[in-house]
Every structure is written in C-alpha cells, then in structure tokens.
Nanobody, 120 residues
C-alpha cells in the first residue's frame, strides 16, 4: 500500500526556518510525476504552496516566493519544502501530494498533514 509520510513540522518564531519532508513508500513504485505542498489554515481553503514536476520545474504561490524552496530526491521518492523567514501567516497544516505510478496503477496520494505554527 503506497503512502506518503510527512515530517518536520513544529513551532517556530517569526523569522525562523523549518524544513518539511515527505517520503513515498510501500508497494512497488515505478515513478512519481508532480509533487506538491499544500496548506490549510483554520477557516480557510486548502491552497497550493509549491509544486515540482518530475523534471524539476517549480512554481510557487506568490506569498511564499523568495522564502520557500521545493526540491525532490527521486532516488528516495522524497519531496522537501525549505521554509525561511516564516511569518504568522504561514501557520497552517501542511500536506504533501504526489502523482504516483505503482504496481496497482496511477493514483494521487496525500500525506497525513503536519502542523506548522509560527508564533513568538
């Protein structure tokens, strides 16, 4: 059974940094296409924060450009989100997402979510 497991969330002061990781595991994974990070703050809709294609092309929501960096390690089936200069507005539950081709077919998967809280 393929699953995405996230790590790296926590409490950080404004101006601080965190690095989120999300690893795909389980089953027989043949390839992973696009991978992304979403976030959902209380009372708000889930939004796409950053996306990285299989070839490494990236895109970001305007509010995080220049502060967040998405990357991936295809050998480890892992996507990362380096978050710098965090502000209270970045507080949310962060979810990773991946388009995975595995023995059972091609499906879209979500991580369980990791809380990021930016507060002094």
């Amino acid at each position: 059974q393929v699953q995405l497991v996230e790590s790296g969330g926590g409490l950080v002061q404004p101006g601080g940094s965190l690095r989120l990781s999300c690893a795909a595991s389980g089953g027989t994974i043949f390839s992973i296409y696009g991978m992304g990070w979403y976030r959902q703050a209380p009372g708000k809709q889930r939004e796409l924060v950053a996306f990285i294609s299989e070839a490494g092309g990236t895109k970001y929501v305007a509010s995080v450009k220049g502060r967040f960096t998405i990357s991936r390690d295809n050998a480890k089936n892992t996507v990362y989100l380096q978050m710098n200069n965090l502000t209270p507005e970045d507080t949310a539950v962060y979810y990773c997402n991946a388009d995975i081709v595995h023995f059972g077919g091609r499906h879209d998967y979500w991580g369980q979510g990791t809380q990021v809280t930016v507060s002094s």
